[in-house]
């Protein structure tokens, strides 16, 4: 059974404009993806593609418009089995509340570990469990570095033994080195605890490293989506190809431009998303939408020049 | 920007100050050449320390570098090593308890730690342009684009001349929409407005780039990164680019160096830097970076923290340096030149 599984997943928002009537904006438009249990999706795009707002419908901090979500086989809020760990665990925490609160929280909301003594051995255990000591306890937010408190709202997001975790950007404001012990502690916990990942990141270097399943993401729809060594090897889609050449290394040119700006997701444009930007786009493009279909090495492409040869990278 | 009241007062707080200021504020927006292959910036010990409660905390220590015209040096550390500070200490716009303690700023021959406020008024825009981080916030949100390009350009009523400037960082696009406000804009439109306003409106000969591109998309990072690569090329524009991202850096730098701790640890050209680094910081930080692992492999972290580490007597690096030997933490290691590299490190020279 997977451990996540959406189909046709949408989030429409109505947006009021005074003349005209209101405007739909379409942060996510069709998506339907599977985790099966004991891997990691990791959900790649630019700023405005909608990979933020699929993870917050995942943990139903919003609902989807339309669409399912299943978690290890059932639809409907559970929200033991799935647990989310945002991009800023500054804003994630109540600064003036100890790290102990912040962890007690989540076991008395739910009713887990009743009793002081079963309650406070289980919180020391979290901490242990993300390489942190028991003086971390009664600290504040404010006195603890960026890498050790992305690490308590992990420990917080363990707290009631979720299956799945949704991770959204969880490296994004951390230093490089700091970055490393994180990437190695997720590592370590899916393989002790046998957990899921739903990773969304802008990092694709972080998503290169800890993915086992990629999707590409642009403008609310998925355009690529496949085993992550194949897809980051050899790019099929033209987005996928220029996010990824846009990646700077050292000894590479920065790489040369899409044309044009990102469209608006209140007007996408008709039939494929990318064809505005795209160097491959023909005549049909901007008139049929290119459905997520399988190609020859089990990935799905949505493009309508997917059947000819990839040309070199 | 240059109007911010000034509170730095850096004639009574440079000890170490070479005698009386020759030049003068007059001097400055003169724009005198330099003499042949003599640097456009030269850094020498400047040090600068915030006033706290708990007193003086040093934030940038001993830094010493050249810059040639035309040349792009990349500033890269970790959060905390100093290297925002470094940039406003050279622009002088520390924030009111900051100030700089000690050293000397040489500007095409211009004394900048001297200088009195109007006089760095004057070079600042006209002669030194800066680059924000966040564009977003560095624009008034309720005046238009094109009469905020108006207050920082003379000039751009005349024909053609507001075209060529857009043209010039790829916007011409964006030509009739100049009456909308910030928010109508991408983050890559406006950063590329400001480069504009930075780079082509007053023809600076030094360009401050503070994380130019850190909140910026991969693919608009590509674009904005090619655009101040072309300008170096076509303005003989010098730069100091300063970043935490070390693939950004390799791609934009000619030379790169490593702060840690308020100290440049190291300096060295982009790819002696990366092909044969030499101090152990350097090293750390390369292979801490996801790419040069295999998936799912761990990667190789730094042990403990940065904390404290510019109050340590010593080798600021040696608590979490792996190649630490007992001299380290007693003895604050003297500049060597190891290869292509100017290292601080005591064992620079041995084949780790």
């Known amino acids: 059974m997977s451990a996540v599984r959406a189909e046709d997943l949408r989030k429409h928002y109505r947006i009021r404009s005074g003349r005209g009537g209101d405007r739909v904006v379409h942060a996510v438009d069709g998506v339907s993806f ?49 647990q989310l760990v945002s991009q800023n665990p500054w804003s994630a925490l109540n600064r003036r509340k100890s790290i102990r ?42 006195g603890v570095s960026g890498g050790e408190l992305q690490r308590v709202t992990v420990a917080r997001a363990l707290a009631v033994e979720p299956k799945v975790l949704v991770l959204d950007e969880p490296t994004a404001s951390l230093d490089v080195s700091v970055k490393a012990l994180l990437v190695n502690l997720l590592l370590d916990l899916k393989q002790r605890l046998g957990l899921s990942y739903v990773l969304i990141t802008h990092e694709i270097d972080i998503a290169r490293h800890l993915a086992d399943d990629v ?31 846009a990646v700077p290394a050292p000894g590479r040119e920065p790489a040369e431009p899409l044309p044009g700006e990102v469209p608006s997701a209140v007007a996408p444009p008709p039939g494929c998303r990318f064809h505005t930007r795209c160097p491959l786009a023909l005549d049909a493009c901007a008139r049929a939408v290119p459905a997520l279909e399988p190609v020859a090495d089990g990935r799905l492409l949505a493009c309508l020049r997917a059947d000819e040869p990839p040309s070199p990278r | ?60 220590r001993e830094v010493s570098f050249d810059l040639a015209r035309g040349e792009i040096l990349g500033l890269v550390g970790e959060s905390g090593s100093g290297k925002s500070t470094m940039l406003t200490a050279l622009m002088r716009m520390l924030p009111r308890n900051a100030a700089i303690t000690s050293g000397r700023v040489s500007f095409d021959g211009v004394e900048l730690t001297a200088l009195r406020e109007n006089g760095m008024r004057r070079l600042r825009g006209d002669r030194i342009g800066l680059i924000p981080q966040r564009p977003m916030t560095s624009l008034s949100p309720a005046t238009p684009v094109g009469r ?25 696009a964006v030509l009739d929409r100049l009456d909308g406000y910030p928010f109508e804009f991408s983050g890559g439109q406006l950063q590329r407005l400001l480069i504009a306003v930075a780079a082509l409106g007053k023809r600076p000969d030094l360009l401050l780039a503070d994380e130019p591109t850190t909140t910026l998309d991969a693919t608009v990072q590509a674009q904005v990164l090619r655009l101040l690569l072309e ?28 702060m840690y701790a308020g100290r440049l640890v190291e300096i060295a050209p982009a790819g002696a830097l990366f092909d044969a680094p030499r101090h152990p910081y350097t090293r750390a930080l390369l292979e801490a970076i996801p790419g040069r692992r295999r998936r799912g492999e761990p990667l190789k972290a730094i042990p403990g923290t940065v904390a404290g580490a510019n109050r340590l ?40």
């Open chain 1, 101 to 142: 609160h912040a962890l007690e929280q989540p076991l008395a909301v739910h009713g887990l570990h009743p009793g002081r003594a079963a309650r406070a051995a289980r919180v020391r255990e979290l901490l242990g469990l993300v390489g942190l000591d028991e003086a971390y306890l009664d600290r504040r937010p404010g």
């Open chain 2, 313 to 352: 007597p010593g080798c600021p690096f040696a608590p979490r340096c792996a190649a630490v030997v007992d001299r380290c933490h007693e003895e604050n290691p003297e500049v060597r030149e190891v290869g292509e590299s100017l290292v601080r490190c005591h064992r620079a020279e041995e084949d780790r």
């Open chain 2, 1 to 60: 920007m240059a109007a911010a009241p000034e509170t730095t007062v850096p004639e009574t707080t440079v000890p170490d100050s070479t005698g009386p200021d020759t030049t003068g504020p007059e001097a400055a927006g003169a724009g005198a050449p330099a003499p042949g292959g003599s640097p456009l910036l030269s850094v020498r010990d400047l040090a600068v320390a915030f006033r706290t409660r708990d007193g003086e905390v040093p934030a940038v």
């Open chain 2, 231 to 258: 300008l170096r090329d076509r303005m003989g524009l010098a730069m100091v680019f300063v970043t935490h991202d070390l693939g950004v850096i390799s791609q934009v730098s000619d030379r790169i160096g490593v």
């Open chain 1, 34 to 82: 599977e985790v099966p249990a004991g891997r990691t999706l990791a959900i790649i795009g630019e700023s405005g593609c909608g990979k933020s707002t699929i993870a917050r419908m995942l943990v139903r901090l919003t609902e989807p418009t339309g669409g399912r979500i299943l978690v290890h086989g059932r639809d409907g809020v559970d929200r033991r089995a799935i």
């Open chain 1, 215 to 245: 999707a590409v993401m642009y403008l609310g729809r998925f355009v690529e989506t496949g085993e992550a060594e194949r897809v980051f090897d050899a790019p099929r889609h033209p987005y996928t190809r220029a996010l990824l050449a």
């Open chain 2, 148 to 172: 905020q390009l108006r207050w920082h350009l003379d000039g751009l009523d005349e024909d053609g001349r507001l075209r060529e400037l857009l043209a010039g960082v790829g916007l011409g």
